[in-house]
């Protein structure tokens, strides 16, 4: 089993910046793609970015340009720098693990932090 915990989030302005992060813990080998989806109110729940174990990325384009996602496997843990917020990035924002290279089918969730971006 692995466990994912978030932090980062909170309330920010239009045009402001937000790090997220997610530390990761117990059956960390078994990790290869990790990244972030995130749930706006009223919206399905859609991937943001990913990353492999080797540094490969991948942005969604509504959030490419402006979000940078990093690893240190060192430290077991993924962030998520996002600048140039729009109040249209608010939403729950969760953290994903896969033991595949890719994070069409996440094996692990985190619990989710709030992301909220004021007009």
């Known amino acids: 089993q692995v466990q994912l915990v978030e932090s980062g989030g909170g309330l920010v302005q239009a045009g402001g910046s937000l790090r997220l992060s997610c530390a990761a813990s117990?059956?960390?080998?078994?990790?290869?793609?990790m990244g972030w989806y995130r749930r706006a109110p009223g919206e399905q729940r859609e991937w943001v970015a990913r990353?492999?174990?080797?540094?490969?990325?991948n942005y969604a384009p509504s959030v490419k340009g402006r979000f940078t996602i990093s690893r240190d496997n060192a430290k077991n843990t993924v962030y998520l720098q996002m600048n140039s917020l729009k109040p249209e990035d608010t939403a729950v924002y969760y953290c994903a693990a896969s033991g595949r290279t890719t994070l069409d089918l996440v094996d692990y969730w985190g619990q989710g932090t709030q992301v909220t971006v004021s007009s």
């Open positions: 990353i492999t174990r080797d540094g490969t990325t």
């Open positions: 117990g059956s960390i080998f078994s990790i290869n793609a």
